[in-house]
């Protein structure tokens, strides 16, 4: 899914934003791993820090309910979701920093 560098990217937005330990050499294993440990930790708490923290991650209620109710593995297929849209949100992100230096480069075409 992911080449290196963008990997090592994600690992460490994930790292700050969920708290999660990964280590120097990692894996899209490792850290849907982490992940795991992280979203337990959180369904344990209650379901209602959980569910508003999928709201703000924007992960479909669809998936979501699929992913609690039809996987053998709940929290493991939460932790894909939440992979994948954090992997969404980066490459939204770099691929908007790219035409934000489109726009830098036309301020004589700027409306």
């Known amino acids: 899914m992911a080449d290196e560098q963008q990997q090592l990217e994600l690992a460490r937005q994930l790292q700050t934003e969920w708290g999660i330990a990964?280590?120097?050499l990692i894996s899209e294993e490792t850290i849907l791993a982490q992940l795991e440990i992280k979203v337990v930790q959180i369904l344990e708490r209650g379901p209602e820090a959980f569910f508003q923290l999928m709201y703000r991650l924007d992960i479909s209620e669809r998936k979501l309910q699929e992913a609690?109710?039809?996987s053998k593995t709940p929290a493991?297929?939460?932790?894909?979701?939440?992979?994948?849209?954090?992997?969404q949100?980066?490459?939204?992100?770099i691929a908007h920093r790219r035409k934000g230096f489109q726009k830098?480069?036309?301020q004589d075409l700027a409306w």
């Open 68 to 70: 609690m109710y039809f």
């Open 89 to 93: 949100k980066m490459q939204s992100r």
């Open 76 to 87: 493991a297929a939460i932790s894909r979701l939440i992979y994948v849209r954090q992997w």
């Open 22 to 24: 990964i280590p120097e």
């Open 104 to 106: 830098d480069e036309d």
